[in-house]
């Protein structure tokens, strides 16, 4: 056990040493200051703009923003879909895959355009190299961009005044990718390389087993992929094992690396809003939020995850009684710091089965993704819900004081309270009413691999993976099929844009606003109590919404457990 909190530990402090500068770091680059990647990236930045004809010094109001980023990842969802459903006539498909199924196609797009990267497929046997690259790959860099440049939009919302723009969607999807994404996942690469994971464009190698048997070992290149699904929390696999796999995450140094990757931006994003407000004390704020919830997320996995099933250890099962799902290289430490960390953050890599993990161990990571991804997050998205929670936060504390809620300076009023509510409904809505269609029609309850509270459980992790744009599973749901294809790539898409047209619309509406001198009855915002509060405020919402559903799932599962009752 200690040398699992040793482990833990040294994770967050590699995080947070690395975020702070990090953060300033994309604060020089989104408000276009000079960064040492200048003399490099400057003429390419240019090119891209004269190509595509973009006026790099014209801003857009909230308005102009969302419809570009509509149209951009619409762009993005028909060339992604197309690419599959041509792939066995394109180059670099050394197995000679066939096109992929309408459904399952539609399906990818909407999950890698979203920054979800659900897989109803196996991606060693499905996607030829080319698509991997081209299609699947390239969404990876683009989705987390565009999930950073809503972020961006918000924080100069907040800080600007009396404005009518928030900046330009283009240049800060393009700086992002060029300044950000791109030499992160070049490092990253690299030292996934280093450790083992493969990277090439071969056949896959058929080898004599020493039983005899043959046995085919997948080849492709999978450490330039591993490096950006991680770094643009996107978690999609190129194999279906995901970050189980060997060939995807072979020591345990990976594994650190990895979850590393996972977690830096998204914190890193908390000191770039501190940076751009010119408050840093409110960006730690927010952190300090995010850092007690992580924490009482991975105790509550951790600990269940420790104390295992009771009816295995009643069987004669020597402890630890929950290793099943989990790699022996890795056990229940980074397992369970694994699973949090995924859906904590809008990732969905994994490297141990969540459909094994104890009820309680696996109810955390469903509630995480429930509740938004805001600790931490995925990258923009993270942030962006966080203070979406804060300004709720401030309307809450506005009505006990009887006083009008102001956060940074700026008045929040019922137009940005009716859209920070809608932000937080409209997920929650779509898993609730996804995963109640799903229990009471034959297309939803065929795919059930588990009956009672556990299968229960597996529609509501499938369908809270999807609209929170995470992309893990319980793997028992068999999601292959064209019902789920289609009802989660409507929950991927609702989930993403239904979050994000909200918050340029609150965006639009602060920056709008002059700002208002602090005055004697202001509440502020920028102390450990407002932490607190703002903490509360999540797990509040979270238990008001989604317990009877986890009461009737995970912890009757749990009870059943424990009273050694059999589903």
Known sequence: MASDLLQMALLIG?????????????????????????PLLRPVERWIYRLSGVDESREM?????????????????????????????????????????????????????????????????????LTQMAGLTVQNFLSAATGAAVVIALIRGLVRRQAAAIGNFWVDVTRCTLWVLLPLSLVVSLALVSQGVIQNLGPYVTVRTLEGAGQTIPMGPVA????????????????????????????PVSNMLE?????????????????????????????????????????GTYLSERAGNPLLAQMGVQAPTAMEGKEVRFGIGQSALFSVVTTAVSCGAVNNMHDSLTPLGGMVPMLLMMLGEVVFGGIGSGLYGMLVFALMTVFLVGLMVGRTPEYLGKKIEAREVKLATLAVIVPAATILTGAAVSVVTPAGLSSLGNPGPHGLSEVLYAFASGAGNNGSAFGGLNA???????????????????????????????????????????????????????????????ALTFFPALALGPVVEHIMMWLGTAA
Do not use: C
């Open 61 to 129: 109001s909230w308005k102009t923003y969302a419809a570009s980023l509509l149209w951009f990842n619409g762009a993005g969802l028909a060339v992604l879909f197309l690419l599959q459903l041509v792939q066995g006539w394109l180059p670099l498909n050394p197995q000679h895959f066939p096109s992929v199924r309408w459904d399952t196609a539609l399906n990818t797009a909407v999950s890698f355009v979203t920054n979800t990267n659900w897989q109803s497929y196996a991606g060693e046997s499905t996607m030829s190299d």
């Open 14 to 38: 590699a995080v947070l040493l690395a975020a702070w500068p990090l953060g300033r770091y994309m604060a020089r680059v989104f408000e276009g200051q000079r960064t040492f990647l200048d």
């Open 480 to 542: 292959g099929t064209l019902y789920y294809n289609l009802a989660i790539a409507l929950a991927m898409w609702i989930g993403r844009f239904g979050v994000i047209l909200p918050v340029l619309g609150i965006a639009g509406s602060l920056a709008a606003k002059k700002p208002v001198p602090e005055g004697p009855g202001t509440f502020r915002t920028d102390t450990s109590l407002f932490s607190l509060l703002l903490a509360a405020t999540v797990l509040l919402v979270g």
């Open 224 to 251: 330039s992929q591993e490096a950006i699904k991680m770094l643009g929390t996107n978690g999609g696999g190129f194999f279906n094992a995901n970050s189980a796999h060997p060939f995807e995450n072979p020591t």
């Open 259 to 299: 979850m590393w990757s996972i977690l830096v931006l998204p914190a890193a994003l908390v000191f770039t809003f501190g940076r751009m407000t010119g408050k840093p004390r409110q960006g730690a704020v927010i952190l300090g939020a995010m850092l007690l919830l992580f924490a009482l997320a991975l105790a």
